[in-house]
């Protein structure tokens, strides 16, 4: 997934849309959501101080979509993060991107 940047005390959300390989043809194809519940996780890089684990938006079930819209207090510090997305479904727990992290950063402003 890209990184996602965005300054100090900002709101500006998240949005991903989960993908896995598709055991067939061995291209990533959209996670279908239906019936589950998505968290968003997110870390500070420099100490792996927890900084977000809250529910997030489900957009488009059947098509991966998802959304998380940060608090100010969860941007008010800025720095590297890292993020990721927790899918509950049918009582198995499955972590987007699965190999690594989403990279955030959380740039100063001018206020």
Partial sequence: MAKFVTKRNDTKPIEATLQRRDRTSGAF????????????LMRRLIDDA???AALATILDAPNGS???AFAPSET??????R???????G?????FP???YIPIVIVEDLG
Avoid: H, K, N, W
């Fill in 50 to 52: 927890a900084v977000v």
């Fill in 91 to 95: 009582g198995v727990v499955e972590t």
């Fill in 83 to 89: 993020g990721e997305f927790e899918l509950t479904q």
């Fill in 66 to 68: 998802v959304s998380y």
């Fill in 98 to 100: 699965a190999g690594s």
């Fill in 29 to 40: 194809v959209p996670a279908d959501l239906t019936g589950g519940s998505v968290r968003f």
């Fill in 76 to 81: 008010a510090v800025a720095g590297e993060y």
